[in-house]
Structure formats: C-alpha cells, structure tokens
C-alpha cells in the first residue's frame, strides 16, 4: 500500500489529554523517560529514610508501654476538653502527658490521657486530680471518681505485635515473590516486590515526617495497602504479558514500546480504581477524625490513603519502567530492538527516495496484524447489539415422525 494514500489534506485534530488517556493509545511515553523516574523515585526513597533516620517514628503506648486514663467527656461544669485534661494532669505530675484526645461525641464522648508508665501512687494521684478539678458526671449525671478508669500497656507487647508483622510481612513477601515468578517470569516478580518496598518505605517515611502515631491500625493498613499495591501492579504486568507475547519473532514495536503502549492502555483503569478506592478512605478519615473524633479510624485512614496513593504512582511509573531497564540487559531484546531500528531506517530511506511505503505490511508481523485484526473483531462484536432472533435449535426432541 502506498504512503501516499493513506495521507490527507485535513487538518489533524490534536486530543486532549483526556482523549489520550480513554483511548490509550501509546501517548504517555511513561516507559522512555524511565531514566527520568527512577531518579525521582530514589530521591524519594533517600527523603523516606532520611525522615526515618532524623525524626524516628511517633509509637503508640501499644509499642512502647504505658499508662491510659480514660474518663466522660462531661464533668459538672460542662463539656470537658482535651486541654483540660492536659492541664490537670500537668498539675498532679508536673509535666505533659504523651497525648490526649477525645473520642466519640456528645454524652457518649471520652477523654484518654496516655503517658509513660505510672505506678498505683501515681496514677491515683492523677485520678484525684483530674476528679478535684473537672468533675466528671456518671450515669446518673452525679460526680464520681469511679468513672475514671485506668489501664496499663507493657512494652513486651508491643514487641510482640512488631515481631508478627514482620514475619507476616516476610512470609507474605515470599508467597508473593513465587506466585508472580510461576504465573509471571523472575523480571515481573522482581520489578513488583522492588515497587512494594518503595510502597513501604514511602509511607514509613511519611509517617516519621509528619510524626503521625505508629498504632496496630497502622500494621494492619499497611498489610492492607500491600495487596492494593500488587493489584495494580498485577493488573498492568498482564497487560504488558500480553502485548510482547511473541515480540522477538516481530518487528514493529520494541519490548520498550509494546510495554509503553499496555501501560497507556491500562491507565485510565488505574487512575479510576485508584479514585473509587481513595473515596471511603478519605470518608473514613473524615468521619473518624471530624464526626468520632477516633485515633484508630484516624490512623487506619491515614496509612491507607499515603499506601494507595504511592502504590499507584510505583505501579505505572515504577514497575513497568523498571522491568523494561531488566529485559533490555538481556541480548535477545537488544537485538530485537536493533531489528526494529534497522528496518524503521530502511523504511525511512525507502520513502525518501520512491515516495511509497511498500513496507506496510510486512509479513514477519502477520502474528501482530492477526492479533490486532481480532481485538478490532472482539470490540465490534461487543459494541453493537444482535439484530436478528436466536436460531431455533434444531436438536432433536426425541419424538418420533409419523
């Protein structure tokens, strides 16, 4: 087929960026700058650790032990805040508590105080303060100092619940690690669990940034947002899987490109599952810190929404780029990618000098062109609607003719 008659005079309607993104059709070159990203992500992780290093981690009294004092919200002069609670206890111990918040709202809220281990002295002594100075009501709306409950966390547990995590988290690794090479190859599974860590290690670092508290909800978002992050990774490596199935046999597209254009076509799916995920979270956040004021739903929305956020952005940016970088070590894609530059260069001399492209179609790609000739077939198949009846089945009945 002529070049010529496949060129026309009308202007060429330049697509937005959202038309790029429905239609996927190869226009974010995510894979050729990958070079570029992997910069940004190592400067990324060397922030997270720096954070890490610098500030530490913020730990609940879960992990590191100690006292939490619990009492209503409302006491006989009304509405009991969190910074009265703060003061009162500074009172009885001559210094500020770890932390206090209020939990729940109205009649039903609370007041926790945590601290540093006390010992009986001293936590009926705080006990007496924060009854002298605030009052706090009981059911029956008299003051009571029973109402002021106490608990004590040791340390030993906290250790327990990290050394779990840990293990649960290496053998969830592994479980992974094999899955991925037995469905996949060794490069996916290597590229994935390379963008998991990054996962980890960006919410670790955001966590010690921003001095959140490191809680048991926080483990258990963080085993959470593990999996969301292997889906969209799952998600675009099949892709990938199926557009260099037979690769080295064609020479239209490089590996480089045949992953480029998978990832634009999974794009708009990653970005919109990505989008329905992050809603709850965020009402999560919303309801737990605004409406119950609750540390734990506070915490778990906070791990899940950085987890998310960074799992995305390590799926496309991150995964494919560097599968890509590993598969171009090895030999059989460089010459592959030579075949491909070689011919393009041929072609290219071709057209310059006759005018034609004769090369259109060439026959080493009749794999690709079969391929691309029944996703079209599928997709006007799915598009437009049967018009005629179901044939009547002609199966025999099993009655006999008379």
């Not at 258990?220 to 799952?234: A, E, F, K, M, R």
Request: glycine share 8%; with cysteine; hydrophobic share 45%.
């Amino acid at each position: 087929m002529a070049k010529s008659d496949l060129t026309t005079d009308a202007p060429v309607k330049k697509e937005s960026v959202f038309q790029r993104l429905y239609t996927g059709t190869g226009a974010f070159d995510i894979v050729g700058h990958r070079k570029q990203w992997f910069v940004v992500f190592a400067a990324l992780i060397v922030a997270c650790f720096v954070a890490i290093g610098v500030r530490g981690f913020n730990l609940g009294i879960e992990f590191e032990g100690g006292t939490q004092i619990q009492l209503p919200a409302v006491g006989a002069q009304g509405q009991i805040t969190t910074e009265d609670a703060r003061e009162a206890f500074a009172d009885a111990m001559g210094s500020n508590p770890a932390e206090v918040q209020q939990v729940g709202n109205g009649d039903s809220a609370t007041i926790q105080i945590r601290s540093e281990t006390l010992n009986s002295d001293e936590v009926q002594q705080v006990k007496r303060s924060l009854f002298d100075t605030l009052q706090p009501l009981d059911d029956g709306g008299q003051p009571s100092e029973q109402v002021i409950s106490d608990s004590r966390v040791s340390a030993t547990w906290g250790g327990e619940i990290s050394k779990q995590a840990l293990i649960a988290l290496g053998v969830f690794l592994v479980l992974v690690a094999v899955f991925l090479i037995l469905y996949f190859e060794t490069w996916m599974a290597v590229s994935a669990l390379v963008a998991l860590l990054h996962d980890i290690v960006v919410t670790a670092g955001v966590y010690a940034l921003v001095g959140f508290e490191v809680t048991p909800a926080t483990a258990i978002g963080l085993l959470t947002i593990l999996g969301y992050s292997l889906y969209d990774t799952v998600v675009v490596f099949d892709k990938v899987k199926e557009n260099t199935r037979g690769i080295l046999n064609l020479t239209r597209r490089t590996y480089a490109e045949a992953a480029n254009l998978a990832l634009n076509q999974v794009l708009m799916r990653s970005i919109n599952t990505s989008i329905i995920a992050l809603l709850p979270v965020l009402g999560l956040l919303v309801i737990g810190n605004i409406l119950l004021g609750s540390g734990t739903l506070q915490d778990l929305a906070l791990v899940l929404l950085t987890g998310m956020l960074a799992g995305t952005f390590s799926s496309v940016c991150l995964a494919t780029p560097m599968l890509v970088a590993f598969k171009m070590r090895e030999p059989q894609y460089r010459k592959q990618e030579e075949k491909v530059l070689a011919r393009r260069a041929a072609q290219a001399r071709k057209v310059g000098a006759t005018g034609q492209d004769d090369d259109f179609n060439p026959g080493d790609d009749e794999q690709l062109e079969a391929e691309l000739r029944k996703e079209k077939a599928y997709a006007a198949a799915a598009s437009v609607p049967a018009r005629h009846p179901k044939a009547r089945s002609t199966r025999p009945t099993g009655k006999r003719k008379r």
